[in-house]
């Protein structure tokens, strides 16, 4: 599924659930929980795996960057995303939340009805996973 099949799906449901929209809710948060729920029913539909846009498209667009730069920023990259493709999913899920969407520890919470507490704990041990996978690649 392209990114483009998960906007017009996005769609489709905001369209289809408009008249179920509580205009007492914020409109974005509405409509960035119907774009979670696509995303994530894509995940687990799909044996495809996670891959960080942002980060493949900072390497791309890494001007002025030296050819062995370039390939030093894309070995780091795969091998974060290698990590993050092994957490849990509930790590996933907190950890692409918080680094890609720039969402607080508050809203990732309220979007995955989990506790404030839970999901620093997923967070800590997301990270503290990936931290001990890049230090035993790089040592």
Known sequence: MTAE???QETLIRVWN???????????????FSIAHNVAIDMLRSSSLKVVSQPLETAIRDSNGDDPHNAFIKKETTD?????????????????????????????????????????????????????????????
């Open 5 to 7: 099949d998960l906007f």
């Open 17 to 31: 659930g408009f008249k179920t929209y509580n205009e007492q809710n914020k409109f974005s948060s509405w409509l």
């Open 79 to 139: 091998l974060v995303m290698s990590a993050v493709n092994e957490l849990s999913e509930k790590q996933k899920e907190v950890f692409l939340l918080r680094q890609h969407s720039g969402m607080t520890f508050k809203e990732i919470a309220r979007e995955t009805n989990q506790p404030l507490n839970t999901v620093l704990g997923h967070m800590h041990y997301a990270v503290t996973k990936i931290r001990k996978k890049m230090s035993k690649e790089y040592e």
